[in-house]
Nanobody, 122 residues
Framework: VQLQASGGGSVQTGGSLRLSCVAS????????VGWFRQAPGKERGFVAA????????FFADSVKGRFSISRDDAKNTATLRMRSLQPEDTAVYYC????????????????WGQGTQVTVSS
C-alpha cells in the first residue's frame, strides 16, 4: 500500500494550493482519507478528513471556510484545496488512510504518505 502526496509549494499570503493524495495497493473506497500537517517544532495535527463514501467531511477550526476536501475513487485520489493561505499554514502536509477509528487521531490511521511542503510567505 502506498499513498503519495503532491502539490505543495511556496505561495504568498492569500494564495491557493491544491494537494493531491494518490493511493495504490488497496481498494481506495475501503479507506477514509485524512490530511495532517506538521510545522517545525510542533506536533503533527489534524487538518481535514473525508469519509469512505465522501459524504462526510471534517476540518480543523483553523482551516474551516478556507480548505475543502474531496475524493475521486475512480482515480484513487483525494484532494485538499487550500485558499486564503496564511503564514501559519506553513508546514509539511501528510495524507493518510484510515480503515477504522477516529478521523482526528493520527495514531488511528493505517497508511501514510511521505509529506509535501507548503510554505506561505508574508
Amino acid at each position: 500500500v502506498q499513498l503519495q502526496a503532491s502539490g505543495g509549494g511556496s505561495v504568498q499570503t492569500g494564495g491557493s494550493l491544491r494537494l493531491s493524495c494518490v493511493a495504490s495497493g488497496l481498494r481506495f473506497s475501503d479507506i477514509a482519507v485524512g490530511w495532517f500537517r506538521q510545522a517545525p517544532g510542533k506536533e503533527r495535527g489534524f487538518v481535514a478528513a473525508i469519509s469512505r463514501t465522501g459524504g462526510v467531511t471534517f476540518f480543523a477550526d483553523s482551516v474551516k471556510g478556507r480548505f475543502s476536501i474531496s475524493r475521486d475513487d475512480a482515480k484513487n485520489t483525494a484532494t485538499l484545496r487550500m485558499r486564503s493561505l496564511q503564514p501559519e499554514d506553513t508546514a509539511v502536509y501528510y495524507c493518510a488512510g484510515l480503515r477504522s477509528g477516529s478521523y482526528f487521531q493520527s495514531d488511528d490511521y493505517n497508511y501514510w504518505g511521505q509529506g509535501t511542503q507548503v510554505t506561505v510567505s508574508s
